[in-house]
């Protein structure tokens, strides 16, 4: 079964850092691009960036809200991707899902609730 | 950025009857390849978003065909033919064409 596990949620002070994970399996994980979105309290979904595969250079995308401020990272012998989170702010508040799609494959995971409040 | 804007916000439906959800993007959504980037995703309450319709019309694996898909350029349409209580939520577009990926504000479907 494919199946994605976002983990590393928490309450975070602003200005704090902090660090997701999305262990995958049930699939080839270094042959996909990774994605992070993020839905904040009773908002849409909005999507973070995301990462290439290594076929593709590892290359990476940002939302403009969070580029410089975010890294995206994989680790595929361990199959896991990585949300790093620096100086982060009260409207960074969201419960964040990391996703993998390609044709004929479309899954998320159930989410990691990230509170940024003093 | 390509803004999506999605109409109603709201629908409330009788089982059995139909829906239809209109998007529209700020940009069209064609690609060079001739392939249009529009995706319907459903988000089911406390749950993550589940992939419903691919570039435009194509039905997830697994999406019942009571779901149909259709529109070209920069407007398109989610229509359940048949609603089932099974179907409530917020129902997104989103567009893959351009970075970075937008969504449309979403469209909350109740029954009555």
């Known amino acids: 079964e494919v199946q994605l596990v976002e983990s590393g949620g928490g309450l975070v002070k602003p200005g704090r850092s902090l660090r997701l994970s999305c262990t995958a399996s049930?699939?080839?994980?270094?042959?996909?691009?990774m994605s992070w979105f993020r839905q904040a309290p009773g908002k849409g979904l909005e999507w973070v960036g995301f990462?290439?595969?290594?076929?593709?250079?590892?290359?990476?995308d940002y939302a403009a809200s969070v580029k410089g401020r975010f890294t995206i990272s994989r680790d595929d012998s361990k199959n896991i991707a990585y949300l790093q989170m620096n100086s982060l702010k009260t409207e960074d508040t969201a419960v964040f899902y990391c996703n993998v799609y390609h044709y004929g494959m479309d899954v998320w995971g159930q989410g990691t609730t990230v509170t940024v409040s003093s | 950025d390509i803004v999506m804007t999605q109409t109603p916000l709201s629908l409330s439906v009788t089982p059995g009857q139909p829906a239809s959800i209109s998007c529209k993007s700020s940009?069209?959504?064609?690609?060079?390849?001739?392939?249009?980037?529009l995706y319907w995703y459903l988000q089911k309450p406390g749950q993550p978003p589940q992939l419903l319709i691919y570039e435009v019309s194509n039905r997830f694996s697994g999406v019942p065909d009571r779901f149909s898909g259709s529109g070209s350029g920069t407007d398109f349409t989610l229509k359940i033919s048949r609603v089932e209580a099974e179907d409530v939520g917020v129902y997104y577009c989103?567009?893959?064409?351009?970075?970075?990926?937008?969504f449309g504000g979403g469209t909350k479907v109740e029954i009555k």
């Open positions: 940009q069209s959504l064609l690609d060079s390849d001739g392939k249009t980037s």
């Open positions: 049930g699939f080839i994980f270094g042959d996909y691009a």
């Open positions: 989103m567009q893959a064409i351009h970075l970075p990926l937008t």
């Open positions: 990462i290439r595969s290594k076929a593709y250079g590892e290359t990476r």
